[in-house]
C-alpha cells in the first residue's frame, strides 16, 4: 500500500510539463522503490528513493538502488501553505546511484553513476566500467554522455568499441578495437597451423 502511494505521488512529483513535439505526448514519470523514500518540503526540493529503484518514463527506462530527484520550484520563497506536490516544479537534476541501468531507443547503458540535467537533456554515465550497447556495437569506458533528446551520445577519455558484423551467420566476426590478453598482433610459431592441402 505504501510503495503504491509512493508511486502515486511521485508520478505528480517529477512529471515534466512540456515534450517537443518529436516526444512522446505523455510526460508523466513514475519512479517505484522497495525500501521507503524522503521527501524535502524546504528549498532545494528534493526526493531520494532507496532500494530497487524503477523509473518510467515515455522516452526512458532507468533502475538503480538509490535514487536522488531535485526540483525547480515555482516559487523560491515557500509558504507555510505549500506542499510537496503544489511545490514541486519539473525536476532539475537526478541522481542515480549503485547499478545504473539505463535503456532508451535503441541504446542500453550499465554503470555505477549517472547524473541527468534537465536543461541539456544529458546524462553523465561514470564508473569503473560503463557498457553501452547500441544495436550490434558494444563500448566500453569509464564515462559516457547521453543526450535523452537526440539519442546520441559519445565516450569521454579511454574507450574501447567491439562492433558485431554479419550477426546470425552461425558466428562472430568481432572488430575489436581493444587488443587484450590472448590476441595477438602477429602470429607466432607456437600457433597452430592448417592441414596442408593435398
Given at each position: 500500500m505504501l510503495l503504491a502511494f509512493l508511486a502515486l505521488l511521485?508520478?505528480?512529483?517529477?512529471?515534466?510539463?512540456?515534450?517537443?513535439p518529436?516526444?512522446?505526448?505523455?510526460?508523466?514519470?513514475?519512479?517505484?522503490?522497495?525500501?521507503?523514500?524522503?521527501?524535502?518540503?524546504?528549498?532545494?526540493l528534493y526526493a531520494?528513493?532507496?532500494?530497487?529503484v524503477r523509473v518510467l518514463d515515455p522516452q526512458i527506462y532507468?533502475?538503480?538502488?538509490?535514487l536522488t530527484a531535485f526540483f525547480r520550484t515555482n516559487n523560491p520563497t515557500r509558504t507555510a501553505e505549500a506542499s510537496t506536490t503544489n511545490a514541486a516544479g519539473p525536476v532539475e537534476r537526478i541522481v542515480?546511484?549503485?547499478?545504473?541501468?539505463?535503456?532508451?531507443?535503441?541504446?542500453?547503458?550499465?554503470?555505477?553513476?549517472?547524473?541527468?540535467?534537465?536543461?541539456?537533456?544529458t546524462a553523465v554515465v561514470t564508473g569503473d566500467l560503463v557498457v553501452v550497447q547500441i544495436g550490434t556495437i558494444l563500448q566500453y569506458q569509464t564515462n559516457f554522455v547521453y543526450n535523452r533528446a537526440t539519442g546520441s551520445g559519445y565516450a569521454v577519455g579511454w574507450t574501447a568499441t567491439e562492433i558485431e558484423q554479419g550477426a546470425g551467420s552461425g558466428g562472430t566476426n568481432a572488430l575489436k578495437s581493444l587488443l587484450?590478453?590472448?590476441?595477438?598482433?602477429?602470429?607466432?610459431?607456437?600457433?597452430p597451423k592448417p592441414p596442408a592441402e593435398k
Amino acid at each position: 500500500m505504501l510503495l503504491a502511494f509512493l508511486a502515486l505521488l511521485s508520478g505528480g512529483l517529477v512529471a515534466e510539463p512540456k515534450l517537443s513535439p518529436a516526444h512522446s505526448t505523455t510526460n508523466t514519470m513514475v519512479i517505484l522503490c522497495s525500501r521507503g523514500a524522503e521527501f524535502s518540503t524546504a528549498a532545494p526540493l528534493y526526493a531520494i528513493y532507496r532500494g530497487e529503484v524503477r523509473v518510467l518514463d515515455p522516452q526512458i527506462y532507468l533502475e538503480c538502488e538509490l535514487l536522488t530527484a531535485f526540483f525547480r520550484t515555482n516559487n523560491p520563497t515557500r509558504t507555510a501553505e505549500a506542499s510537496t506536490t503544489n511545490a514541486a516544479g519539473p525536476v532539475e537534476r537526478i541522481v542515480a546511484e549503485t547499478n545504473v541501468l539505463i535503456m532508451a531507443r535503441d541504446t542500453t547503458i550499465l554503470g555505477d553513476r549517472a547524473v541527468y540535467t534537465a536543461s541539456n537533456e544529458t546524462a553523465v554515465v561514470t564508473g569503473d566500467l560503463v557498457v553501452v550497447q547500441i544495436g550490434t556495437i558494444l563500448q566500453y569506458q569509464t564515462n559516457f554522455v547521453y543526450n535523452r533528446a537526440t539519442g546520441s551520445g559519445y565516450a569521454v577519455g579511454w574507450t574501447a568499441t567491439e562492433i558485431e558484423q554479419g550477426a546470425g551467420s552461425g558466428g562472430t566476426n568481432a572488430l575489436k578495437s581493444l587488443l587484450g590478453p590472448g590476441r595477438k598482433a602477429k602470429p607466432s610459431a607456437d600457433d597452430p597451423k592448417p592441414p596442408a592441402e593435398k
